[in-house]
């Protein structure tokens, strides 16, 4: 029973390119979010997304946009895709309500640009 | 906003030594903290937490204790096994998750 699942698990693509990661999770959560970590490992959050409104929106660029059907999905969509975008891009849920809970992240998406 | 300071980046011990993992937080506001591990090629996984009304909590080999006036917490394993060897967060919440840098625990058989 996964918790929290990703997919692709990889995704190569070139510079101009626009690609979607997508993101469940069966937990039964109110909230979504999508982080990044870079090649030093650091994790930093992009969105997050409660009831279907945008309640975290950091330093993103606005190529970047979430799309959520419903409580138990959150994709990411990036369009016009940098060599910087190049990281691994990890989606999480937890409860914001009477919280704060605990986040679970899914596997993971690699994505490399070339 | 929050800031989250680990220390240290790296760690090597011996099997069946103990590791601590310290972070300290800006924001006294916070009032979650968790840990996660982080194994190659996998997604972080929680493995221990406290909130602000606690000081300290215990699971097996690991413990995790929060001093809310010095704004710092620490991740204790003891009787280190290989399979403890990962990267390791902390992270502190207030209406959104900070995650320190990280430190990658290399335990030696």
């Known amino acids: 029973d996964t918790a929290v699942s990703q997919t692709p698990k990889y995704l190569v693509t070139q510079m101009g390119n626009d690609k979607s990661i997508k993101c469940e999770q069966n937990?039964?959560?109110?909230?979504m979010y999508w982080y990044k970590q870079d090649s030093k490992k650091f994790l930093k959050i992009m969105f997050s997304?409660?009831?279907?409104?945008?309640?975290i929106n950091e330093t993103v660029p606005n190529r970047f946009s979430p799309k959520s059907p419903d409580k138990a999905h959150l994709n990411l969509h990036i369009n016009s895709l940098e060599l910087g975008d190049s990281a691994v891009y990890f989606c999480?849920?937890?409860?914001?309500?009477?919280?704060?809970?605990?986040?679970?992240f899914g596997p993971g998406t690699r994505l490399t640009v070339t | 906003g929050e800031n989250v300071e680990q220390h240290p980046s790296t760690l090597s011990v011996q099997e069946g030594d103990s590791a601590v993992i310290k972070c300290t937080y800006s924001?006294?506001?916070?009032?979650?903290f968790p840990w996660y591990k982080q194994e190659l090629g996998k997604g972080p996984q929680l493995i221990i937490d406290i909130r602000s009304n606690v000081g300290e909590k215990k699971d097996q080999r690991i413990a995790v204790t929060l001093n809310k006036t010095a704004k710092h917490f620490s991740l204790h394993i003891t009787e280190t096994q290989p399979e403890d060897s990962a990267v390791y967060f902390c992270?502190?919440?207030?209406?959104?998750?900070?995650f320190g840098a990280g430190t990658r625990l290399t335990v030696k058989p």
């Open positions: 937990l039964g959560h109110d909230t």
């Open positions: 924001d006294s506001a916070s009032n979650y």
């Open positions: 997304y409660n009831n279907k409104e945008l309640i």
């Open positions: 999480a849920s937890g409860k914001i309500a009477g919280g704060p809970y605990e986040q679970y």
């Open positions: 992270a502190a919440y207030n209406n959104d998750m900070r």
